[in-house]
């Protein structure tokens, strides 16, 4: 069984910048695509980045151009760099693993979030 722990979460202000990091266990991640997702109060969760197992990325409009997915399989580890935050950037943020090496495919396990404040 596979979990996920994020952290690096926080209040921020706007235009600032956050590094979230997803920390795994077990051997199987480094096999899996990864991603992370967001959802803000009343709104569906929805796709913010997704990285592969050989390291390729996508990102989705909402943070393209501010954000960057990496991971660092010897350290079983999925990161999100997130800069010029904008308050509709606030959200509970999670990361989640997939179940084929490449992205889209479902999703295998999901993290517990990681919350994310940006004030104006």
């Known amino acids: 069984q596979v979990q996920l722990v994020e952290s690096g979460g926080g209040l921020v202000q706007a235009g600032g910048s956050l590094r979230l990091s997803c920390a795994a266990s077990g051997r199987i991640f480094s096999i899996n695509a990864a991603s992370w997702y967001r959802q803000a109060p009343g709104k569906e969760r929805e796709l913010v980045a997704a990285i592969s197992s050989g390291g390729a990325t996508y990102y989705a409009s909402a943070l393209k151009g501010r954000s960057t997915i990496s991971r660092d399989n010897a350290k079983n580890t999925l990161y999100l760099q997130m800069n010029s935050l904008k308050p509709e950037d606030t959200a509970m943020y999670y990361c989640?693993?997939?179940?084929?090496?490449?992205?889209?495919?479902?999703?295998?396990?999901w993290g517990q979030g990681t919350q994310v404040t940006v004030s104006s």
């Open positions: 989640a693993t997939l179940t084929g090496g490449s992205y889209p495919s479902p999703i295998r396990h």
